[in-house]
T-cell receptor, first 114, second 111 residues
Framework: SAVISQKPSRDICQRGTSLTIQCQVD?????MFWYRQQPGQSLTLIATANQGSEATYESGFVIDKFPISRPNLTFSTLTVSNMSPEDSSIYLC???????????FGDGTRLSIL | LAKTTQPISMDSYEGQEVNITCSHNNIATNDYITWYQQFPSQGPRFIIQGYKTKVTNEVASLFIPADRKSSTLSLPRVSLSDTAVYYCLVGFMDSSYKLIFGSGTRLLVRP
């Protein structure tokens, strides 16, 4: 399965700032996803990012708060904008090769906002 | 309403078989059911995926009844290293298509 690397693995940020999280895959993939996992909770899909098109956001998530880029088939970024303590969470990217196989996940970015 | 339901936690002992069930009443017709294992500070790791009946791989089995409204992950002869949180992932057709993770089952395996 694909190897997914996320950077940074963790960060502590001041409120009002923005942070961009990178997701790099070792093979070309059709679909990339961004999730949020709050401490002790399950995963919630933020958006789906396909190369060459705008990201598709789930209810409750907007592009101004979570802009996403997908410049090629191996890379995506998620920016958490104008952060507040409520944004403290783990952000994970996952990939799917588009053939109906399962998603595979990176180890996430643990974000704390002071 | 798209929703999955899993037991919050389960306890077991080494060497026992563990069965974790996920209910998903409104699963999308053509969607697969996928199960993941997650350890602290790691991303979810794929265990098994199925559409109907039974699927088996080297680590688990997945049982899906004909109505596909639930699925059961079976872990044979668990060990201490199987202590983790287990999630089902299911697609639903509501007003639009949604992928939803279950709430997770925290499995504790005791010696």
């Amino acid at each position: 399965s694909a190897v997914i690397s996320q950077k940074p693995s963790r960060d502590i940020c001041q409120r009002g700032t923005s942070l961009t999280i990178q997701c790099q895959v070792d093979s070309q993939v059709t679909m990339m996803f961004w999730y949020r996992q709050q401490p002790g909770q399950s995963l919630t899909l933020i958006a789906t990012a396909n190369q060459g098109s705008e990201a598709t956001y789930e209810s409750g998530f907007v592009i101004d708060k979570f802009p996403i880029s997908r410049p090629n088939l191996t890379f995506s970024t998620l920016t958490v904008s104008n952060m507040s303590p409520e944004d403290s969470s783990i952000y994970l990217c996952s990939v799917e090769d588009g053939t109906g196989g399962p998603q595979h996940f990176g180890d996430g970015t643990r974000l704390s906002i002071l | 309403l798209a929703k999955t339901t899993q037991p919050i936690s389960m306890d077991s002992y080494e060497g026992q078989e563990v069965n974790i069930t996920c209910s998903h009443n409104n699963i999308a017709t053509n969607d697969y059911i996928t199960w993941y294992q997650q350890f602290p500070s790691q991303g979810p790791r794929f265990i098994i995926q199925g559409y109907k009946t039974k699927v088996t791989n080297e680590v688990a089995s997945l049982f899906i009844p004909a109505d596909r409204k639930s699925s059961t992950l079976s872990l044979p002869r668990v060990s201490l290293s199987d202590t983790a949180v287990y999630y089902c992932l299911v697609g639903f057709m509501d007003s639009s298509y949604k992928l939803i993770f279950g709430s997770g089952t925290r499995l504790l395996v005791r010696p």
